[in-house]
């Protein structure tokens, strides 16, 4: 069972959309879904759903059900009696009864057998529950409240997870959007995390700086809040200066630098050559060791049609002349004229849209 953290209201409009619809469900009982990547936030929102709803003064217990065996999770949701196993020494409480008049959160629900699956619909149906090994009927009250990080739907059609018990957990379903997708969440979660940490640390860091706060609203993070949030810990307890810097995240990067790393290894050798070159003579050693070290998926929008330059559409891209920079705008111009939407031309990039308008402007802004 989680131990309760501090919740982080965030400021995007999706989150802001989530919290208002939540409050029109808080007032009942009915079971709430929440499905998103890992590390998302799914958790957070159900802390605020507790702390904003009449049972706030009543437990919060949450459980991940990926991390027990099967009938080490049946004791955890419903407890035993003693003798029920092997290891049951004395009588257990389980977190239905923990939580009673209170929120229960479960975390990646797919991961339950089946056995547990069917003693969890029978809770939603009878509000009763037996414990292991026992024979007496309990009652309880407990708002349920599910997540996942997997396809849901997809377990369901494959037999992974009871379809009954899948439309009486949907209740209500919210989707939280990955952290890339709302990177103005990122710098109120940086503040929460370093105050954090800076007292664990005994730190005495003041802030950051906007280049390190804008190389961090640009990555990918692929861990979301979570790895954020680690990525912060390290920098706090490794800094020098009372300001985050670049340099404190060094295995940052801008997704939008990372999509042309991911192309480097499938481009032919003439062609790095003719990059490399350019690239070298105007100073970008860095972007460059990352590109000769490390390899990635292709970028197959971007064919390549002369070692010194990039077609697409068969125009010709000439990059011999232009710097890091100038390339990046380049691509980013030419996506936006092949693509009927920005939504389409930043998927083909694996960018986020705000990301492919500040390279397209960037040549009117800069001239």
Known sequence: MNRQSAFIQLPSAPMQTI?????????SNIPLFITGETGVGKEGIARYIHETSPRRDKPFIAINCGRFSAELLQSELFGHEAGAFTSAIRQRHGAFEMANRGILFLDEVPEMSLDAQKMLLRVLDTATFTRLGGNEQLTVDVHIIAATNRDIEKAVAEKEFREDL???????????PPLRERPEDIAPLVTTFMSEFRAEYGKSITGMTPEALTRLEQAAWPGNIRQLRSTIQAAVALATTDRLEPKDFPDIYPEFIKTLISIWQTLPPETQNA??????????????????????ASWSGLPVSSPSGMSEKGEFLNIRDMNQHEI????????VEQYASLREAAESLDID????QRYARSEASDS
């Not at 919290?19 to 007032?27: G, H, I, L, N, S």
């Not at 990046?328 to 996506?335: D, E, F, I």
């Not at 849209?353 to 492919?356: A, E, K, N, Q």
């Open 19 to 27: 919290y208002k619809t939540t409050q029109q469900v808080v007032q």
């Open 166 to 176: 899948y439309y009486r957990l949907k209740g209500m379903m919210f989707h939280l």
């Open 275 to 296: 990059i490399w070159e350019t690239l070298h003579r105007e100073t970008q050693h860095t972007m460059m060791r990352e590109l000769s070290m490390q390899s990635s």
């Open 328 to 335: 990046l705008s380049a691509v980013a111009r030419k996506r």
């Open 353 to 356: 849209i705000r990301t492919l």
